[in-house]
């Protein structure tokens, strides 16, 4: 398996633990993974008490580059921004309180430790 393929292998199980978190505490997935042309993606939309919750999912396996919750830049919320725009668009949702959450999972032993940022930036 390729370096970026088992990258991807990562992410979509992290993304899959991040989504399956956010069930148990109530959240409505409304989408995962939604692209914009080629212009970015959001890993996972939903909804939680009326607020519409636009969420980058980071996983790590080890400290080796960091705590990942670091990794979601100025130029990745930028980015996050437009694509969330760009949803808010094609759906037509207007006139709702939306958010923009950061879900940082570490690979600790055979489980995978959460922390969700609430608000972590704004757009």
């Not at 980058?56 to 979601?72: I, N, S």
């Amino acid at each position: 398996m390729t370096d970026n393929a088992n990258h991807r292998k990562i992410g979509s199980r992290g993304e899959e633990q991040a989504a399956d978190f956010l069930r148990a505490d109530g959240y409505q997935i409304e989408c995962c993974n939604y692209h914009f042309s080629n212009r970015g993606e959001i890993d996972i939309i939903a909804r939680k008490n009326g607020v519409l919750v636009f969420i980058e999912v980071k996983t790590a396996l080890t400290d080796r580059f960091g705590e990942p919750e670091y990794w979601v830049t100025p130029a990745k919320q930028k980015q996050i921004i437009k694509v969330a725009r760009a949803y808010l668009y094609s759906k037509n949702i207007s006139n709702t309180d939306c958010r923009f959450d950061v879900m940082a999972l570490r690979k600790e032993g055979g489980a995978y430790v959460i922390n969700h940022y609430e608000n972590a930036f704004t757009g």
